[in-house]
């Protein structure tokens, strides 16, 4: 089983930043993807960015030169950077993680949620 804690969250106004961390713990398998999603008021839960264990990235087009994505292996955390922010980035953010269980047929695992509020 693995656990996925995220903090960073907050109140920001429209142009400014935040950073969100998402550490995992518990067994955690080395070849993995983690990455974060939202899901705002009365809309589906979307991604945001994710990243393998390899590096490779993949971004909603949204987010495209706003948002960076990264990952410390050792540490077993990904982060968000988040530049730029609009009010349609209000949303609570998910962490995930999807690694061969999941590649295998079985559930992946979700984070409890940070909220993001951009104010304009």
């Known amino acids: 089983q693995v656990q996925l804690v995220e903090s960073g969250g907050g109140l920001v106004q429209a142009g400014g930043s935040l950073r969100l961390s998402c550490a995992a713990s518990g067994n955690i398998f080395s070849i993995n993807v983690m990455g974060w999603y939202r899901q705002a008021p009365g809309k589906q839960r979307e991604l945001v960015a994710d990243?393998?264990?390899?590096?490779?990235?993949n971004y909603a087009d949204s987010v495209k030169g706003r948002f960076t994505i990264s990952r410390d292996n050792a540490k077993n955390t990904v982060y968000l950077q988040m530049n730029s922010l609009k009010p349609e980035d209000t949303a609570v953010y998910y962490c995930n993680m999807k690694d061969y269980a999941y590649w295998a047929g079985k559930d992946d695992y979700w984070g409890q949620g940070t909220q993001v509020t951009v104010s304009s």
């Open positions: 990243m393998h264990s390899s590096g490779s990235t």
